[in-house]
């Protein structure tokens, strides 16, 4: 049903109130005013106005003519319909909560401090043995677009969660990553590894495979490419993990050095190389290689393999099981000393090392 537009009304002037001439011969004769014209009505579009009736309302001016005065007076229009936001206010973040996103992550998220846009949802390429694939992406505020952008990759411990590693309590280090995120111009990229089993197979799956995290990082570019603006250029991918996160970087670094060439690609960016690595308290002996190694070891060589100018970082507690990687006596088995930067840290735990290291 059509709503009706303004309506418009004319005085008609009564016969008994027709003029008559003057008894002044001087004055002119005066001609009674044609008839009224009736005016086209319009049919609202929205309610983004009321509509309004126009009266006219005759006023005595002595013995002349009649004159008029033209009121305008609004008439309700109907209540307007909701309007759904389509940007926020300004310093309001942007986050959205995709498929799969988990209520407890959102909030970590949504608490995170400076945050201008925020993703959150299932990534299939995420691979691991588990079913939470859940990725957080989280693009801090006051980036300098002028320049090369990172994409930080964090790869929780074992038993971890995206919740945990993006929150504020406890050992949560969300609070740093944004400030080192902010720091070094970069975006954060936090997924949801395995839960923790006994045999220890499921933080060995994670990642896994070589087409593996290039195909998880196209997904996480794509993401970016309508978060970031257009002009935005990423320059370098990094890579850190915690614990057991450490194995999952170690798979994503030889999923990388298997391509051909070694680079990340995705959205608007192409040939993408590793900037860099950091390994978090998570070099042990076992890697599952029976070749003597560890995995920070073998990390390290697929590393080089991608860039000889990344930096690799080795976070460890001196005294501990991760001690044997890092300790003086093996730093020879890095096939380059240079690029790789030992970082003793006696004050935070395991579980703590990552807030510290973020932090300092």
């Known amino acids: 049903m059509s709503q009706s537009g303004p309506s418009f009304s004319i005085y008609n ?33 929205g309610n983004t106005a009321q509509a309004h009736t126009l009266s006219v309302t005759p006023t005595p001016t002595g013995n002349t003519a009649q004159a008029h005065t033209l009121s305008v007076m609004p008439t309700p229009a109907a209540s307007a319909a909701p309007q759904t936001l389509l940007f926020p206010e300004p310093g309001t973040p942007v986050v959205e909560a995709g498929p799969g996103a988990s209520q407890v992550a959102l909030n970590a998220v949504k608490n995170l401090p400076g945050v201008a846009q925020a993703w959150l949802g299932t990534i299939e390429s995420n691979l691991h043995s588990g079913k939470d694939k859940e990725t957080a992406i989280v693009v801090p505020q006051g980036l300098d677009y002028s320049k090369p952008v990172k994409v930080l990759y964090y790869f929780h411990g074992w038993n971890g969660g995206v919740s945990g590693a993006l929150g504020k309590s406890g050992n949560g280090l969300g609070p740093e990553l944004m400030a080192w995120a902010r720091k070094n111009n970069a975006v954060l990229a936090v997924p949801q590894g395995p839960a923790k089993d006994p045999s220890g197979r499921s933080a060995s799956a994670w990642m896994a495979g070589p087409e593996t995290f290039p195909k998880f990082n196209k997904d996480v570019f794509n993401r ?4 970031l603006p257009a002009t935005a250029q990423i320059g370098s991918v990094e890579l850190a993990g915690h614990s057991a996160g450490g194995i999952a970087v170690q798979t994503a670094l030889q999923g990388v050095a298997s391509a051909t060439p070694p680079v990340l690609a995705g959205g608007r960016w192409q040939n993408v190389t590793v900037g860099a690595a950091h390994f978090l308290d998570a070099t042990y002996s076992d890697d599952g290689a029976k070749n003597g190694s560890n995995r920070g070891e073998d990390a390290f060589r697929e ?31 890095y096939l380059n000393q240079t690029a790789t930067q030992f970082k ?12 510290y290291y973020f932090s300092h």
Do not use: V
């Open 224 to 227: 970016l490419s309508g978060m």
């Open 303 to 333: 590393l080089q393999k991608i860039n000889l100018q990344a930096p690799f970082h080795l976070a460890y507690i001196p005294q501990t099981g991760t001690d044997k990687g890092y300790s003086q006596k093996n730093k020879a088995s």
């Open 344 to 355: 003793p840290i006696t004050q935070a735990n395991h579980s703590g090392l990552p807030k």
């Open 13 to 45: 002037r009564p016969s008994s109130q027709a003029l008559s001439p003057t008894p002044s011969a001087s004055r002119p004769q005066i001609t009674p005013p044609p008839p009224p014209t009736q005016l086209p009505t319009s049919t609202p579009t």
